[in-house]
Each structure stands twice: as structure tokens, then as C-alpha cells.
């Protein structure tokens, strides 16, 4: 969710192999062609690519910031947000995929994560995935959320919420890993992960 042109998507789709799917959502238009055009170059048919936002209950149209793509100076597409202009584009919730079977969500969405959550609540109780989630709190913030806020939601679904890297020195806006796994209680009780 917030898979950008696909660069973990293609290592996802060599994960589960032809018995697995993988499911990208991108919503900026133009980096959603450059996912479908990686996962055609790459060859993976077990990739389906959604140019949607990914939200809570409210199935409609949101605004996506548009960067310059054409810039001559350096464009992070990666920080385009949801916001009050842009680029109208549809969302859905994960929960009204009604997917059988998921056993990994990653969500990298520039402070609009405690949505995706909300509106994936149903799956997460359901299908008990392991999740890889980005926590940027002055991304957050201007949601009205914050890091605080998004793993004790997270926690709420009886989840164990580990940084990513603690202690590794990032070059993002808080100078670390702004990656989280999260990880079902049942699982991390049951089973021995490389997460501390």
C-alpha cells in the first residue's frame, strides 16, 4: 500500500511465487504507470496493480498532492500525501477487497497510515498478517495522529510493534529507521523471529 514504481513488489512477487499473488496500490497516476510498466519488464504475472488510494470506510475520491515530475532538480516521489489539492483519485479500504487469504501488509503512505489501518481492520483481524509499517510523526500529525498513536492502534489488534534498525543512523527528517514490524501477539509467542 503505497507502492510507489514496485521496487519491493518485485521482490514480493518472487516471494510467494506462482502460487502467491501480490497486490499493489499506488494511487499517483503517473508512478502508478511506472509500477505497471516494472511488472511488465519483470515479467511477474502474479502481480495486479490498483491505481487507488487505500483508506478507511469512505469509498470515494481524495486529492493527491503532483509533484513537478519533470523537474530537472531532484523529485521525491515518494513524499507525495493525501491533501486539499491535486489530483482527484478513487479510494477504497482493504477490507472491501474481501481478499481470502493475506499474509503480509507493507503501508508506506506519508502520514495517512492510521486510515489505511482503519479501514483495514476487518482483514487484519481475519487473515492475521505480519506488517512492515512507515511511522513518520510529522507526517502524522497533520492527520491527527502521531507515532504514539499509530502503534498504540496497532497494538489495539493485539499486535507486538518493533522498530526497524533501532539505533542505525537514517538519513530521513528524524535521523532513523522510520520502519516498524508489526507482528500478531500469537505469532511472536509462538514462533522465533530475527526481530528482538
Not at 512477487?13 to 499506488?26: I, M, N, P, Q
Not at 523537474?71 to 479500504?93: A, H, I, M, Y
Not at 487469504?101 to 492475521?128: L, N, S
Not at 543512523?169 to 514462533?191: A, H, Q, R
Request: glycine content about 8%.
Amino acid at each position: 500500500i503505497g507502492a510507489n514504481n514496485g521496487n519491493f513488489a518485485v521482490d514480493f512477487a518472487h516471494l510467494v511465487g506462482d502460487t502467491g499473488s501480490v497486490h499493489c496500490y499506488e494511487p499517483q497516476r503517473i508512478i502508478y504507470y511506472q509500477l505497471c510498466t516494472n511488472i511488465f519488464i519483470n515479467g511477474l504475472d502474479n502481480v495486479y496493480c490498483h491505481n487507488v488510494a487505500i483508506g478507511d470506510g469512505f469509498d470515494g475520491f481524495v486529492h493527491m498532492d503532483i509533484p513537478n515530475y519533470h523537474s530537472k532538480d531532484n523529485v521525491n516521489f515518494g513524499d507525495v500525501k493525501v491533501g486539499n489539492t491535486g489530483e482527484l483519485v478513487p479510494q477504497r479500504s482493504l477490507d472491501s477487497y474481501e481478499f481470502k487469504d493475506v499474509a503480509f501488509i507493507k503501508i508506506d503512505v506519508q502520514g495517512y497510515e492510521p486510515f489505511v489501518i482503519d479501514g483495514a481492520e476487518e482483514t487484519i483481524k481475519k487473515h492475521r498478517p505480519y506488517m512492515f509499517v512507515e511511522f513518520e510523526d510529522h507526517l502524522l500529525q497533520p492527520q491527527g495522529s502521531s507515532e504514539e498513536k499509530l502503534k498504540a492502534q496497532i497494538e489495539a489488534l493485539d499486535y507486538k510493534v518493533l522498530p526497524f534498525q533501532p539505533g542505525v543512523p537514517y538519513e530521513s527528517y528524524s535521523g532513523k529507521c522510520l520502519d516498524y514490524v508489526c507482528i500478531p501477539t500469537e505469532k511472536y509467542n509462538e514462533f522465533t523471529h530475527i526481530i528482538p
